[in-house]
C-alpha cells in the first residue's frame, strides 16, 4: 500500500514539474508571437500610419514588461521611422534619443550607431543643421573606431552640405577634400564612384562660390572623363554651365546646358527636360536669342502640369529676369509678383528676398520695408548660426584634443615600455655580438700572428740557407779544392777555416736566441764590438747611460736586431769605415741614431730594410733612412 501511495505522490510531482515547465516554454513561445505579430503588423502596407504606430507601440509596452531588450529596441527603430515617414520629425528624435539612451546604457555598438544615424537625418531634414552637425560628427567618430571608411565618407558628405548651407565655404571644402582623400584609398566600385562625383561636383559648386572659376572647370572635365552614368554626366554639365553663367560667358554656359538638355530628352523626364530647358533659354536670352522666350515659356508650362512650387518659381523669376533685361516693367513685374505668391507656399526667405528685389525694381517700394526685414533676419540667423557651430565646433574638438591627449599619455606609456624593452633587446643583443666578435677576432689575430710566425721562420730559414749556401758552402767548396790540390798549403787551409768558423759563428749570432737576462746595453755593445775591425770603427754614445730595465722585452729583441741588420748591411755593402751610434732619451721616447761615412745608396727597401722597419712600426715607432751616393748612410729609429 505505501509503495502504491509512494508511486502515485512521484507520478503527482513528475507531472506537475512538467506541466510547468511546458506551461514555461507556451508562453514563452506565445510572447515571441506575439511581439513578431505587432512588428509585422507594423510593416503592413495595408494598414494606416496611425494603426501602425499602434501595433509597435503595443510591442515596445509588452518588450518592456517582459525584459526583452532586443525587441524594445527594434520597436523604438521602427516608431521613429514612422514618424520620419508622416513628416513629424519632432517625435522621430525623440524616439531616436529614446533609442541611443537604452542602447548606450545596454552598450550595443550597432544600436548607437543607428541612433546616431537616425538623429542626424531627422534633424537635417527637420532643418536643425547645428543639431544635425553633431550627430553626423559623433556618428563619423564611431564609423572610425568601427573601421567603416563608406560609413565615415557618408558623414562627411552630410558635414560639408550642412556647412555648405551655413555659409562655412572653407570648412565645407576642408570636409569635402578629407572625404577624398579617404576614397583615393578605396577600390573602384558603382558607390566609390558614386561618391566621388557628389564630393567633386560640391567642390566646383564651393570653387564657384569663392570664385575659383578655372579650379571648378578643371574639377568638372575631370569628372567627365571618367562619369558613364547619364545622370552623373548632366549634373557636371550643369555645374560647369552655372561657372560659365557666373563668369558672364553665357554662349559657353548655353553649350554646357544644349548638352543636358538633350540628355533629358534621352531619359524622358518631363521635370527634368522642363529644368534643363528653362536653363538654356535664360542664358540665350543673355546673347538675346530670338527663340529664348519661346523657351522659357514652354519649359513653364511643362512645369505647370506637375504644380511643383520650386520649379515654378524658378521659371518665374527667370521670366522676370527677361523682361527686366529689356526694360518691360509691367511683364517684369506680373512675373515677379507670381515668383512672390510661389514663396509663400514653400516659405523659403531667400527665394521671397529675390522675388522682392524684383517688385522693388519696379517701382513698389511698399515692400522695401518686408525686403529689410527678411535680409536682417536671414543675415541674422546667419550669424547666430556662424557662432552657435563655432561654439559647437571648439566643444567637439575640445573633447577630440581631450581624447586625443588621454590616448597619447597611454601610447606614450606603451611606447616608454617598448623602448626599455627594445634597449634591453638591444644591449643584450650588442653585448652578444660583442662577445662573438671577441671570440672571431681573438681567433683571427691569433691566426694572423700563427701565420706571421710561420712567414717569419720561413724567412728565417730562407735566410740562413741563403747565406750557409753563399757564405760557408762556397767556402768549404773552395778549401775542398784547396786539399786536392798538391800544392796546397796548410797555413793557408787554416786560415780558410778560421774564416768559415769566424761566418758560421756570425750567422749563429744573428738567428740565434737573445739573451735578455744580461744586462742589456754590455749585449748590445758585444754585438757592436763583433763588427769592429782594423778597417772599421764603431763608436757608441749614451749606450750605458740609459735605464735599460725600464724597457720591454719586445722593444730590447726590436732594437738588437734592427741594429744588427744596420751593422749587416753597413759591412757588406758601404765600405765604411767609421760608425756612430747615438742613444738618447727624449720625454717616453727612446732615440737611436746611426750613421756611417760609407758610399751610401740610393734607397731602397729591401728584405733587410723593410724587416727593420716592419719591426719598428709593429712597436708604434718611427724608422726613417737618410742617404745619397758617396755621402754616407742616415738611420733615425724612434720608440
Known sequence: MNFIKTSFLFFFFFYSFFLSVFSFQLQGQELNDSLNYYYDLSKDNQKTSDEKL????????LANQHNQIDFVLNGLNRKSY?????????????????????????????KILLAFRKLADYNRRNDSLLNAFQYYQKHKDLNIRLNDSLGIIRDLRFITSIQYKLGLLHESESSAVQAIKILDKLP???????????L????????????NYEGALDLYNKLLETATDIHHINIIHNNKANVYREQKKFELAA?????????????NDEKQIARALNNLAFVKSKFNNPKALEDLMMALNMRKKHNDSHDLFSSYTSIAEYFKDRGRITEMAYYAKKAYDMTLVTGNSIDRIMALSFLIETGDVSLVKEYKKLTDSIANAQQINENKFAYIKYNYFQKEQEARAIELKFKEGQLIAEKEKLNKTIFQSITIIGLLLTIFLYIIIKSKHKKEKLLQVYNTETRISKKVHDEVANE???VM???????????????????????TRDISKESGIIDLTENFDEVLNDLLQNFHSSEVSVITKGLKQLNWDIVTDLKKTAIYRVVQELMTNMKKHSNATIVVLKFEKSKDKLIINYSDNGIGCSIKKHNGLQNAENRIVSLNGTIT???????????????
Do not use: P
Request: glycine share 4%.
Open 200 to 211: 567633386s561636383n560640391h567642390l566646383g559648386i564651393i570653387y564657384n562660390q569663392l570664385g
Open 476 to 478: 768549404i767548396y773552395h
Open 188 to 198: 573602384v566600385n558603382a558607390k566609390t564612384s558614386e561618391a566621388r562625383i557628389g
Open 625 to 639: 733612412f737618410d742617404s745619397q751616393v758617396n755621402k754616407g748612410f742616415k738611420v733615425k729609429i724612434t720608440i
Open 481 to 503: 779544392n784547396k786539399l786536392q790540390s798538391k800544392n796546397a798549403k796548410e797555413e793557408t787551409v787554416l786560415d780558410d777555416l778560421e774564416s768559415i768558423y769566424s761566418k
Open 82 to 110: 514612422l514618424y520620419s515617414k508622416i513628416g513629424d520629425y519632432n517625435k522621430a528624435i525623440s524616439t531616436a534619443q529614446i533609442l541611443l539612451e537604452i542602447s548606450n546604457k545596454e552598450k550595443d555598438t550597432s
Open 255 to 267: 553649350a554646357e546646358f544644349e548638352k543636358v538638355y538633350h540628355n533629358s530628352l534621352k531619359l
Open 54 to 61: 499602434k501595433a509597435i507601440n503595443r510591442l515596445i509596452d
